[in-house]
């Protein structure tokens, strides 16, 4: 998979698994888990990015006795998840172009 697709599918998913809820890292790791494998590493970055492009924003709560991360979406997180909504049927509309012959070899 093109790593620019990969890197934009992977931005929305951690978005949308804390569009609803507050969330930290580890829930979203294990949020994303039954859809996509993700490390903790490739978590963190993603993080930051979206952080940087103001997509999310961080807080920082005492739970356990340790300290702990939280994200929370922003209206341009929210807005880059209804962007990729719209994109997503285009790349369906690609997809269904590049596929129909191969539906016609069945």
């Not at 509309?93 to 539906?103: A, G, H, L, N, P």
Request: glycine share 6%.
């Amino acid at each position: 998979m093109d790593i620019q697709l990969k890197r934009g599918l992977l931005d929305v998913c951690v978005l949308a698994a804390i569009k609803d809820k507050d969330s930290y890292g580890y829930k979203i790791i294990k949020d994303l888990k039954p859809y996509i494998e993700l490390s903790e590493s490739t978590l963190y970055t993603i993080l930051k990015r979206l952080e940087s492009g103001k997509m999310l924003t961080v807080r920082t709560a005492e739970h356990g006795g340790r300290l702990r991360k939280y994200y929370r979406i922003t209206n341009e997180g929210l807005g880059r998840i209804d962007d990729f909504k719209t994109e997503w049927k285009e790349i369906i509309s690609i997809y269904q172009f590049v596929t129909k012959e191969d539906d016609k070899d069945e």
